[in-house]
Nanobody
Framework: QVELVESGGGLMQAGESLRLSCVFSGRTFSGRTFSTVAMGWFRQAPGKEREFVAGIGWTGTTTYYSDSVKGRCTVSRDNAKNTGYLQMHSLKFEDTAVYYC?????????????????WGQGTQVTVSS
């Protein structure tokens, strides 16, 4: 059973930076551990659908970003610590949302929520302008 726990959200000022963390514990139904799952970061603002933010493959060498955060965001992972990270710079009011990390036993991270089997509970990020 997999558990994902996000942290690092909070109230931020526009222009500031933040780093979200996601700690993975347990094993997938097929027995995979953190080092063999892809990770994705999604966000959901009030009244909007959950949207892809960034994703990272098993080894951390393959990363993907949405156009809305490209250039302002870095996704990374530390397989020794079973932890994934999402670092965002130059925060904007539009970045306000609940941020979720997700994991799935695939080599490449997908960009659709339905591609992920495991989800964290989310962490609120609020950016004041």
């Amino acid at each position: 059973q997999v558990e994902l726990v996000e942290s690092g959200g909070g109230l931020m000022q526009a222009g500031e930076s933040l780093r979200l963390s996601c700690v993975f514990s347990g094993r997938t139904f097929s027995g995979r551990t953190f080092s063999t799952v892809a990770m994705g970061w999604f966000r959901q603002a009030p009244g909007k659908e959950r949207e892809f933010v960034a994703g990272i493959g098993w080894t951390g060498t393959t990363t993907y970003y949405s156009d809305s955060v490209k250039g302002r965001c870095t996704v990374s992972r530390d397989n020794a610590k079973n932890t994934g990270y999402l670092q965002m710079h130059s925060l904007k009011f539009e970045d306000t949302a609940v941020y979720y990390c997700a994991a799935d036993a695939q080599l490449r991270p997908g960009e659709r929520p339905e591609e992920y089997d495991y989800w964290g509970q989310g962490t609120q990020v609020t950016v004041s302008s």
